[in-house]
């Protein structure tokens, strides 16, 4: 008997535990027997909920999935500056990353066990495309520029100046800048002050300010835009900037609207395949903070008003739950996420609190 393609598919998604529930609606314990695409696009984005220790699993495996199709670069919200420790960690040439980096220990511990048996010519890149803060990232951005540059007779400001005359010093050595990559750090780096400015304030624990900014939104897409026009590229970002829908809530104010990256990206020409990532329940831990979710399963339901609940009942064994949105409409426990319009929604059951790695400051394996 000669097999469709898609029972072929459908066969393959079985043996490594899927079930399909319904059109549009897919269970599976593995992420190879979802229905996601791996080909075809520019840019895959995931969009998390931080905090969450389920993250990493399906993160990792998506990640072994565009791996196989070429994708050999990974970008992950975190300050462009400290780009080279995540980098030279993750390739094995040190022992230790920045303390800075400890919200993304998980992720970056797992591609650094990715890449170690690999060639070096096979092993992910990581891009670090957000921009720099505090005061502080930003002036040892603008130092390490300036170092590359030869900059000699150039000032920095002292970290309480750099609101007040870091546009000028980027302006400097701008006019010195002869590679592409130091005038995008310098693009990143004067998008970082105008979110200074604009109040913003995050290192690794609590936010001071908006962290939806238009100079924030653009730095990261511009740097996505510079990866991704030379070859195909996985980010993984909180849910808001993979978001296909503008925002309302945004500026300094939070009263102005606002574009997500991911509108950015499609604007800017670029094939953009997007994943929204959200547990059905448990708890979280981010940025020192602890505690439950505000949802259950039960508070999410398909159109046909079957509650979430049910649907982990009826596929048990299931890690991931798979939602096409476009097939079946479903509102997922947050309302904010519901409205989102990407590709495909990935549910986790339950999610538990990612590790603290920030407590004791140290980063090292």
Not at 36 to 64: C, K, P, W
Request: aromatic content about 6%.
């Amino acid at each position: 008997m000669r097999l469709s393609f898609s029972s072929c598919v459908f066969a393959g998604a079985v043996a490594l535990g899927g079930q399909t529930i319904r059109p549009g609606l897919f269970a599976a314990a593995d992420v190879r027997a979802l229905p996601l695409r791996t080909s075809g696009y520019q840019v895959y984005m995931i969009g998390e909920a931080h905090g969450i220790d389920n993250n990493v699993d399906f993160q990792m495996q998506y990640l072994r999935l565009v791996y196989a199709h070429g994708v050999r670069d990974v970008a992950l919200e975190e300050d462009a500056v400290y780009e080279n420790d995540a980098q030279e960690f993750t390739d094995g040439r040190a022992r230790e990353f920045s303390p800075h980096l400890c919200l993304r220990a998980p992720m970056l511990r797992a591609i650094h066990d990715f890449n170690a048996p690999l060639r070096q010519t096979d092993r992910v890149r990581v891009h670090l495309i957000d921009i720099d803060s505090p005061a502080a990232a930003i002036r040892r951005h603008l130092d390490m520029v300036k170092a590359r540059l030869q900059a000699t007779r150039v000032t920095i400001p002292t970290d309480a100046d750099i609101a007040r005359r870091g546009l000028d010093i980027v302006s400097q050595l701008t006019s010195l800048a002869t590679n592409a990559a130091d005038r995008s750090a310098l693009r990143t780096i004067g998008f970082s002050i105008q979110a200074l400015r604009d109040g913003l304030e995050v290192d690794t624990g609590p936010t001071k300010g908006s962290p939806y900014l238009e100079s924030r939104e653009q730095a990261v897409a511009s740097n996505i835009v510079d990866i991704a026009k030379d070859s195909p590229i996985l980010v993984v970002y909180g849910s808001d900037h993979v978001s296909r829908t503008l925002r309302h809530d945004a500026g300094p104010n939070r009263d102005r609207p606002l574009k997500p990256v991911a509108q950015r990206l499609e604007a800017a020409g670029l094939k953009v395949y997007t994943v929204i990532t959200q547990p059905l329940g448990g708890a979280s831990r981010w940025r020192g903070q602890t505690g439950e979710l505000m949802w259950t399963a039960a508070d999410g339901h398909l159109a046909t008003g079957e509650t979430m609940d049910a649907v982990l009942k009826a596929a048990p064994g299931a890690h991931f739950i798979y939602v096409d949105p476009r097939t079946e409409r479903t509102a997922v426990p947050s309302d904010d996420i519901g409205r989102m319009a990407p590709d495909a929604f990935v549910l986790f059951g339950r999610a538990t609190p990612m590790p603290d790695s920030c407590g004791g400051g140290n980063a090292s394996r």
